[in-house]
């Protein structure tokens, strides 16, 4: 299995706006140039986090889902963010991982943020998903989701990395730092988090603090503040050591 390129965007998204979303996407993608395993994006990237879900769903073939598979294949990498769904007349937090092949792959959002009434709104997801790529095995999961250890849980090592998409407001900035470090360690594995920056339409504000942790719990990456798009890789000899020399996993319950 080989070393793992990933690189996540930190936007400030347009509210309630996809083709304005969409064209700011385009542009943030465009500047990726060097070669890229996996391109991450937050939570209702096309939106911002709303809970308008009947004004702003769209199904598996709107213009959300087709751009996430065309800009896979056109950036030859696999590309995830979570958008508003409907499906069989509910409405769902998606996050969908397109391939450069086309084949798509789905995680419905299973803790539904009550505080911003999203489980009003809102059906919950039921199954976890993990995708493979490069050999590695990828766990998501959606902003909320994080707070949650037993779903979480990386049961004999079933998975090698963790995706946490979100908009995760500035005011509860600590939680999520130390959330995403408390998950790399107790999960050891590879953690991503990704989350916006800017005021959304309702005024909350966000620092962004996206991130990337190592099994051991160190950060690799953070970015407070701004807008940014980061290329890191992920080292599988390092993963491979560190549950080897310090294997609490064999333990867990």
């Given at each position: 299995?080989?070393?793992l390129?990933?690189?996540?965007?930190?936007?400030?998204?347009?509210?309630?706006?996809?083709?304005?979303?969409?064209?700011?996407?385009?542009?943030?993608?465009?500047?990726?140039?060097?070669?890229?395993?996996?391109?991450?994006?937050?939570?209702?990237?096309?939106?911002?986090?709303?809970?308008?879900?009947?004004?702003?769903?769209?199904?598996?073939?709107?213009?959300?889902?087709?751009?996430?598979k065309?800009?896979?294949?056109r950036?030859?990498?696999?590309?995830?963010?979570?958008?508003?769904?409907?499906?069989?007349?509910?409405?769902?937090?998606?996050?969908?991982?397109?391939?450069?092949?086309?084949?798509?792959?789905?995680?419905d959002?299973?803790?539904?943020?009550?505080?911003?009434?999203?489980?009003?709104?809102?059906?919950?997801?039921?199954?976890?998903?993990?995708?493979?790529?490069?050999?590695?095995?990828?766990?998501?999961?959606?902003?909320?989701?994080?707070?949650?250890?037993?779903?979480?849980?990386?049961?004999?090592?079933?998975?090698?990395?963790?995706?946490?998409?979100?908009?995760?407001?500035?005011?509860?900035?600590?939680?999520?730092?130390?959330?995403?470090?408390?998950?790399?360690?107790?999960?050891?594995?590879?953690?991503?988090?990704?989350?916006r920056?800017?005021?959304?339409?309702?005024?909350?504000?966000?620092?962004?603090?996206?991130?990337?942790?190592?099994?051991?719990?160190?950060?690799?990456?953070?970015?407070?503040?701004?807008?940014?798009?980061?290329?890191?890789?992920?080292?599988?000899?390092?993963?491979?050591?560190?549950?080897?020399a310090?294997?609490?996993?064999?333990?867990?319950?």
């Amino acid at each position: 299995m080989s070393d793992l390129t990933l690189t996540l965007i930190q936007p400030e998204p347009v509210w309630e706006d996809i083709s304005a979303n969409l064209e700011l996407f385009d542009r943030l993608t465009a500047q990726i140039q060097d070669p890229t395993d996996l391109i991450l994006l937050p939570e209702m990237f096309t939106t911002g986090f709303t809970m308008n879900a009947e004004k702003l769903a769209q199904d598996m073939t709107g213009s959300g889902v087709q751009w996430l598979k065309e800009t896979a294949q056109r950036k030859n990498a696999d590309v995830a963010g979570s958008l508003i769904i409907r499906e069989n007349g509910r409405f769902y937090n998606r996050l969908v991982w397109a391939k450069p092949d086309g084949s798509l792959f789905c995680y419905d959002k299973r803790h539904l943020f009550r505080m911003a009434g999203e489980d009003r709104f809102y059906a919950a997801g039921e199954d976890r998903l993990t995708v493979q790529l490069q050999g590695w095995r990828i766990r998501p999961f959606i902003c909320y989701d994080l707070r949650f250890p037993v779903w979480c849980r990386n049961r004999q090592n079933a998975y090698d990395a963790a995706v946490f998409v979100a908009n995760w407001p500035r005011a509860r900035s600590d939680h999520w730092k130390t959330l995403l470090t408390a998950r790399a360690i107790e999960n050891q594995c590879y953690v991503m988090g990704v989350n916006r920056v800017g005021k959304d339409g309702n005024g909350l504000e966000y620092s962004g603090d996206s991130a990337v942790i190592d099994p051991a719990g160190k950060r690799l990456f953070q970015k407070a503040g701004k807008p940014a798009i980061a290329r890191l890789t992920l080292s599988r000899e390092v993963l491979t050591a560190y549950r080897n020399a310090f294997p609490a996993w064999m333990d867990a319950d």
